[in-house]
């Protein structure tokens, strides 16, 4: 069972909106520690696509974005697109465990 | 640009030592707040962090894995590595290298780039 709890999986047409959650606890997310979060197409290694909660690398569409609240943070993808079907992952670090962490997982299906 | 690629046996048997090294491309090793780590992904299941090492000494390790990890830079290969030991069925998955990097301390770090991953099977 993972330290952070995603939704197993979200589904959307294409150019709707979608989120996914990343539920945390008082000794990671609900503690401040930034929240980053990853894209995985099946098949291939996992891509940075959010640093430090709402931070986007170079080459990241604008589509996406992260926020963060409380013990809670979400990925938002706007103007869904075929390519962006993939598995998203969150990540933190937890103070109880002195560890780097990441949620269970969400499979993104693109309708 | 960064590249990080992993290597080593893809097949290792039970109770024997995991050993996998990262070749580091494009960058120092010793680059200043940089953390090269590892994260491995079992087969259809998520990921899970098996520990970092600052590139002049200081390692983090998960609880889980700490009594049976060790990883270890070589600054003059530019390349650094994992040793697992005593392994099992359960230590099956595909092995990822990462660089970690982090603006406003340690416990900030998120992972990039990645390497294209390793399948390691742990089997007789």
């Known amino acids: 069972q993972s330290v952070l709890t995603q939704p197993p999986s979200v589904s959307g047409a294409p150019g709707q909106r979608v989120t996914i959650s990343c539920t945390g606890t008082?000794?990671?997310?609900?503690?401040?520690?930034?929240v980053h979060w990853y894209q995985q197409v099946p098949g291939t290694a996992p891509k940075l696509l959010i640093y430090g909660n709402n931070n986007r690398p170079s080459g990241v569409p604008d589509r996406f974005s992260g926020s963060q609240s409380g013990t809670s943070a979400s990925l938002a993808i706007t103007g869904l697109q075929a390519e962006d079907e993939a598995d998203y992952y969150c990540q933190s670090y937890d103070s109880s465990l002195s560890a780097w962490v990441f949620g269970g997982g969400t499979k993104l299906t693109v309708l | 640009q960064l590249q990080l690629q992993e290597s080593g046996p893809g097949l290792v048997k039970p109770s024997e030592t995991l050993s996998l090294t990262c070749t580091v491309s494009?960058?120092?090793?010793?680059?200043?707040?940089?953390?090269w780590g590892w994260i491995r992904q079992p087969p259809g299941k998520g990921l899970e962090w098996i520990g970092s090492v600052y590139s002049i000494g200081s390692t983090y390790y998960t609880p889980s894995l700490k009594s049976r990890v060790a990883i270890f830079v070589d600054t003059s290969k530019n390349h650094f590595s994992l040793r697992l030991t005593s392994v099992t069925a359960a230590d099956t998955a595909v092995y990822y290298c990462?660089?970690?990097?982090?603006?406003?301390?340690?416990?900030?770090?998120?992972?990039?780039?990645w390497g294209q991953g390793t399948l390691v099977t742990v089997s007789s």
């Open positions: 008082r000794s990671n997310i609900g503690a401040g520690y930034d």
């Open positions: 990462v660089r970690g990097i982090t603006i406003f301390g340690v416990a900030g770090i998120w992972f990039d780039p």
């Open positions: 494009g960058d120092s090793i010793s680059s200043s707040s940089t953390y």
